[in-house]
């Protein structure tokens, strides 16, 4: 059973900051794809981020130029750093973790096996 623990939400005016992280097992980490995914009000379940098959990071068209994802190998954690954030950000923010999937469907909540609790994130004006 994977673990995968979010922390790190929290509530920001417009433009502000915040980094959330995904605390992985090591089994997790070393073995299966993490992504970010999040869940607005009223949405459905989008892909955010993840690292390509080449370690290369990548991100939904939405948040291009705004987030950056990194990992920590000491810590067995994913990260995403929020910048410049705005009310549409607003979203329950989940890690997952693929054991495979498809690249070119990384965005696919169903290609996920595993799903951390999410952590809340509140973009006020």
């Known amino acids: 059973q994977a673990q995968l623990v979010e922390s790190g939400g929290g509530s920001v005016q417009t433009g502000g900051s915040l980094r959330l992280s995904c605390a992985a097992s090591?089994?997790?980490?070393?073995?299966?794809?993490l992504a970010w995914f999040r869940q607005g009000p009223g949405k459905e379940r989008e892909g955010v981020a993840t690292?390509?098959?080449?370690?290369?990071?990548t991100f939904a068209d939405s948040v291009k130029g705004r987030f950056t994802v990194a990992l920590d190998n000491a810590k067995n954690t994913l990260y995403l750093q929020m910048n410049s954030l705005k009310p549409e950000d607003t979203a329950m923010y989940y890690c997952?973790?693929?054991?495979?999937?498809?690249?070119?469907?990384?965005?696919?909540?169903?290609?996920?096996?595993?799903w951390g609790q999410g952590t809340q994130v509140t973009v006020f004006s």
């Open positions: 997952a973790a693929a054991r495979t999937r498809k690249w070119d469907t990384w965005f696919n909540p169903a290609e996920y096996i595993y």
């Open positions: 090591e089994d997790t980490y070393r073995n299966y794809n």
């Open positions: 690292f390509d098959p080449f370690r290369r990071p």
